[in-house]
């Protein structure tokens, strides 16, 4: 694993990537490598990270745009090879608007940018992203967004209820997301999108460390 | 070839909330307008299009709308067009 490297996408606007690296190169000791959004090859990293931020401004939808960059592109042969993405806020954003999961994160319900800690059940052990050993069990994490409601229809969220692929659900929902829905994992577990912040709480000093054991699970293979 | 001027609108789906809509609804009902039952905020965005014949830029603006204009998971899209 000493060679084990997370690849960190930045886009213009992009302003969570170096809280990422050093939440995992600082707190983790997981080599980290910075990839810019018109590169597209990954053959030097062995799972990647889509971090927060605005790409491109949020122009026309959050997301929108950065989904036909050319890193996304090349990110589809990635995810089947079965390599692991976590995408956070933009990220999860960005993992919507280019199929990787369902449904859509739109302006949150009461308007306002939600800058907050949250409190949130794990629902899905899928993919090993938790520490919740097949339980269900809390964790708090930062959020911080606008848009962050989920939704989907209702036949993708049965699929997703029944498929055990909702991985983080609000125990209080601050932006109207349907069904509570903080994060979600494609069906091999591969993927997983969440709009609340890990890299934010890996130390106890500025917030807790509740978000340690996701970054961590980068290196499952 | 042909230029063509479009106008694509894009609008939330009937099932989606619109919090702006609603906001703007309030405000809209504070300033007087009485009888507004419903306010619901969409994008329209203008295009010039060169192509041969309309029926190629139809087929340009529907892979536009349907890929990047219009997440059609949350909205919904339709165009007018006019041969210039």
């Known amino acids: 694993m000493d060679n084990f490297t997370v690849g960190v996408v930045v886009f213009p606007g992009s302003n969570c990537d170096r809280d990422v690296s050093w939440a995992l190169e600082g707190c983790l000791n997981i080599r980290t490598k910075y990839l810019w959004h018109e590169s597209s090859d990954l053959n030097d990293v062995d799972a990647i990270v889509i971090p927060g931020g605005f790409s491109y401004g949020d122009y026309l939808r959050c997301g929108a745009i950065a989904r036909f960059s050319p890193l996304i592109n090349a990110l589809d042969e990635f995810v089947k090879s079965g390599k692991r993405v976590l995408g956070i806020c933009n990220g999860f954003q960005i993992l919507t608007e280019s199929g990787f999961l369902p449904g859509a994160l739109t302006a949150n319900k009461n308007l306002n940018f939600i800058c907050d800690d949250v409190e949130l059940d794990i629902i899905s052990s899928k993919g090993g992203w938790f520490n919740n050993g097949g339980e269900k069990q809390t964790i708090k994490l930062p959020i911080a967004h606008g848009e962050g409601r989920y939704h989907c229809d209702s036949d993708t969220l049965k699929k997703l209820v029944d498929n055990e692929l909702i991985a983080l659900r609000y125990k209080n929902n601050p932006n109207g997301s349907s069904f509570d829905i903080a994060g979600i994992t494609n069906e091999k577990g591969n993927v997983l999108g969440l709009m609340p912040h890990p890299e934010r709480a890996c130390d106890e000093l500025i917030g807790g460390t509740d978000g340690l054991f996701t970054l961590k699970s980068l290196i499952l293979t | ?84």
């Not at chain 2, 619109?18 to 965005?45: C, H, Q």
């Not at chain 2, 029926?55 to 919904?76: P, Q, Y």
């Open chain 2, 1 to 84: 070839m042909d230029q063509f001027a479009v106008k694509v609108f894009v609008r939330l789906r009937p099932s989606v909330l619109d919090p702006a809509g609603e906001a703007t609804k309030s405000a809209s009902l504070k300033l007087g307008g009485d009888g507004i039952k419903s306010l619901r905020i969409g994008k329209m965005i203008e295009v010039k299009i060169e192509g041969n014949g309309e029926n190629e830029v139809r087929e340009k603006i529907d892979l536009l709308c349907d890929r990047l204009f219009a997440n059609t998971v949350i909205e919904d899209y339709e165009y007018s067009l006019e041969k210039l």
